[in-house]
C-alpha cells in the first residue's frame, strides 16, 4: 500500500525559496513516476514536475528553471527545492506516483493513482 506525506510548505516572500518532502512508503522510485502537482484557489490542479523512475526528470514551462526535483533512495523520500518564488506559485502541493512510465499522461493527473494530502505554499509579493 502506498502511502504519500508531503511537507515543507509555508509562507515565504517572493524571491524566496522553499523545499518541499514528500515521505514514500509502499514505492519503489526505480520503477515509479514520481510527481508534484499544485492547486491554486479555484483553479485545476496541475503539473509541476515529475522525476520517472530515477532516470529523467520534467517540468512544467512555468516552473523550469527554478524548481528542482530530486529523490533520496535512503530515506524514500522526494523532494521539490523552488527557488526564486514568486506570488503565482502560490497553491497547495500534492505528490503522487504512479508504478510505470508514460510520457503521454504523466501530465494529467488521472494517471496516478497515489496522492499525497499536500501542502500549502504561500508567496507574498
Known amino acids: 500500500q502506498v502511502r504519500l506525506v508531503e511537507s515543507g510548505g509555508g509562507l515565504v516572500q517572493a524571491g524566496g525559496s522553499l523545499r518541499l518532502s514528500c515521505a514514500a512508503s509502499?514505492?519503489?522510485?526505480?520503477?515509479?513516476?514520481m510527481a508534484w502537482f499544485r492547486q491554486a484557489p479555484g483553479q485545476v490542479r496541475e503539473f509541476v514536475a515529475a522525476?520517472?523512475?530515477?532516470?529523467?526528470?520534467y517540468y512544467s514551462d512555468s516552473v523550469k528553471g527554478r524548481f528542482t526535483i530530486s529523490t533520496d533512495n535512503a530515506k524514500s523520500t522526494l523532494y521539490l527545492q523552488m527557488n526564486s518564488l514568486k506570488p503565482e506559485d502560490t497553491a497547495v502541493y500534492y505528490c503522487?506516483?504512479?508504478?510505470?512510465?508514460?510520457?503521454?499522461?504523466?501530465?494529467?493527473?488521472?494517471?496516478?493513482?497515489?496522492w499525497g494530502q499536500g501542502t500549502q505554499v504561500t508567496v507574498s509579493s
Open positions: 503522487a506516483s504512479k508504478w510505470g512510465q508514460n510520457s503521454r499522461l504523466m501530465t494529467t493527473t488521472q494517471w496516478y493513482t497515489s
Open positions: 509502499g514505492v519503489t522510485f526505480s520503477i515509479y513516476t
Open positions: 522525476f520517472v523512475e530515477l532516470s529523467d526528470t
